[in-house]
């Protein structure tokens, strides 16, 4: 179903609920991070003190990690200077180019590599399109009031709620299987 192209695995209420141990426990060695509104508001130039312990996190777990946004190399530059990882500005996401040169960076391939954004029709889509299994949304820090952007997140609400009612199936699933046991 064209719908599967959209649904991310997963959804968290922040980046840093997203867990080493979860990673590892998925097999996954290298993660591709959106930057605006998924780690940081749009002002805020450098990482929060937040990101950086998470990122080390990752790190001390041995997951890889490399910047694919959309944004200008100015930003994406900046932000990452402390950090050194690879990153990408100017991704043109949904397109999956960009995608595929961080697994590149990082050396992983689409099968230990996830991706985690705020933007299902770019970040998302950009995934699936270069082939990843894992995705991972969060819903954005601080989002734009533009009209571009809420109409955005209009056409994301249905997909949304496809999300939830197979997340909601999968946890009655679980149950069941639990209680059997
Ligand atoms: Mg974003």
Same mark, same amino acid.
């Given at each position: 179903m064209i719908l599967e192209y959209f649904l991310p695995d997963r959804c968290f209420r922040? @980046?840093? $609920?997203?867990t080493p141990e979860r990673l590892q426990r998925l097999g996954i060695r290298g993660l591709i991070l959106d930057i %605006?509104? #998924? &780690?940081?508001?749009? !002002? !805020?130039a450098m990482p929060g003190k937040r990101a950086l312990e998470w990122f080390h996190e990752m790190e001390a777990a041995g997951i890889r990690i490399a910047f694919v946004s959309n944004n200008e190399a100015e930003r994406v530059d900046l932000f990452n200077r402390d950090l050194g990882y690879p990153h990408f500005s100017k991704?043109? $996401?949904?397109?999956?180019k960009n995608v595929r040169r961080a697994m590149r960076a990082m050396g992983t391939t689409r099968k230990n590599t996830a991706l985690m954004g %705020?933007? &299902? @029709? #770019?970040d998302i889509l950009a995934a699936r399109l270069a082939g990843l299994k894992r995705t991972f949304l969060v819903p954005p820090i601080k989002d734009k009031t533009d009209w571009l952007t809420q109409g955005k997140r209009l056409l994301e609400k249905p997909i949304l709620y496809a999300y939830r009612k197979k997340a909601a199936l999968l946890n009655l699933k679980r149950r069941r299987k639990n209680h059997a046991e």
């Open positions: 922040s @980046f840093d $609920k997203l %605006d509104n #998924t &780690i940081a508001p749009y !002002e !805020e991704s043109g $996401k949904p397109l999956g %705020d933007q &299902i @029709f #770019t």
